[in-house]
C-alpha cells in the first residue's frame, strides 16, 4: 500500500486501466502471426518509454485478447 490518499489511488487506476485497454486495443491490431516488441507497441500507444508498462498490461489481459 502506498501513501497516496484513496482518492489518488482511484485516480492512478483510472489512469492505468484506460492506458490498458490503449495497448490492449493495438496489441489487437497486430496481425496472427506476426510479432513486434513492447518498445513498439509502446510508441504506437503514444509514449515509446512505456515498454514495461506494456508487459504489465499483457500480463492482465482479459483471456479473450486474441
Same mark, same amino acid.
Given at each position: 500500500m502506498t501513501n497516496k490518499p484513496p482518492a489518488a489511488q482511484t485516480a492512478g487506476s483510472a489512469a492505468a486501466g484506460s492506458t490498458f485497454v490503449r495497448i490492449w486495443e493495438t496489441v489487437r491490431r497486430i496481425p496472427? &502471426?506476426? +510479432?513486434t516488441t513492447y &518498445?513498439? +507497441?509502446a510508441a504506437l500507444v503514444g509514449n515509446p518509454r512505456l515498454a514495461r508498462i506494456v508487459g504489465c498490461a499483457l500480463?492482465?489481459?482479459?483471456?479473450?485478447?486474441?
Open positions: 496472427r &502471426g506476426r +510479432v &518498445g513498439t +507497441v500480463h492482465a489481459a482479459p483471456p479473450d485478447l486474441p
